[in-house]
T-cell receptor, first 116, second 112 residues
Framework: GAVVSQHPSRVICKSGTSVKIECRSLDFQATTMFWYRQFPKKSLMLMAT?????????EQGVEKDKFLINHASLTLSTLTVTSAHPEDSSFYIC????????????FGPGTRLTVL | GDSVTQMEGPVTLSEEAFLTINCTYT??????LFWYVQYPGEGLQLLLK?????DKGSNKGFEATYRKETTSFHLEKGSVQVSDSAVYFCALSDQGNNRLAFGKGNQVVVIP
């Protein structure tokens, strides 16, 4: 199957700083990438959908100015958490959707963000 | 909106026991249904899927049948192994936009 990586796997930052998380599809071109947030003992919550070369589509309640998404190429999407606060601490997971023959979403291993 | 409900709480069972994880859904259209598995330290992996009513998805000894009349997609395995210990997520996708809605997940622990 296809492989999706995320970097970093774990990050600790101070309140007020910005953090960038990368999501890469390693062996396929991803027409669409998705960003999820997972709270403890909660399901994954879709934050936004990004298509290469266009603006991301954010889910209701997700601040687009706080969670900046860039999908500059068919293999890379980035999520930047701007002016992070402790309530932004969470597990962030990306997925990449390929076209034929898979036409399914492949998930990255996730990034644990802790904001002090 | 579309949503998925999984049974509450972790599941602990002995090796070779029968596993069932319940999943029900609410959707306005005709969604595709999925089970994903997350092993410790890894990303979610697609375990099986079904795209229309009465379809049965199967993989690695796991099975789930798309039941439109009961809006359910329960996951079953006849004889679990220690290596099946993981978190299992039920999900649905609107066939038009491929956005996934997940259940809360169930931690499965298989004891030797």
């Amino acid at each position: 199957g296809a492989v999706v990586s995320q970097h970093p796997s774990r990050v600790i930052c101070k309140s007020g700083t910005s953090v960038k998380i990368e999501c890469r599809s390693l062996d396929f071109q991803a027409t669409t990438m998705f960003w999820y947030r997972q709270f403890p003992k909660k399901s994954l919550m879709l934050m936004a959908t990004s298509n290469e070369g266009s603006k991301a589509t954010y889910e209701q309640g997700v601040e687009k100015d706080k969670f900046l998404i860039n999908h500059a190429s068919l293999t890379l999407s980035t999520l930047t958490v701007t002016s992070a606060h402790p309530e932004d601490s969470s597990f962030y997971i990306c997925s990449a959707r390929s076209g034929i023959p898979y036409n399914e979403q492949f998930f990255g291993p996730g990034t644990r963000l802790t904001v002090l | 909106g579309d949503s998925v409900t999984q049974m509450e709480g972790p599941v602990t069972l002995s090796e070779e026991a029968f596993l069932t994880i319940n999943c029900t859904y609410t959707a306005t259209g005709y969604p595709s249904l999925f089970w994903y598995v997350q092993y410790p330290g890894e990303g979610l992996q697609l375990l099986l899927k079904a795209t229309k009513a009465d379809d049965k998805g199967s993989n690695k000894g796991f099975e789930a049948t798309y039941r439109k009349e009961t809006t359910s997609f329960h996951l079953e395995k006849g004889s679990v192994q220690v290596s099946d210990s993981a978190v299992y997520f039920c999900a649905l996708s609107d066939q038009g936009n491929n956005r996934l809605a997940f259940g809360k997940g169930n931690q499965v622990v298989v004891i030797p």
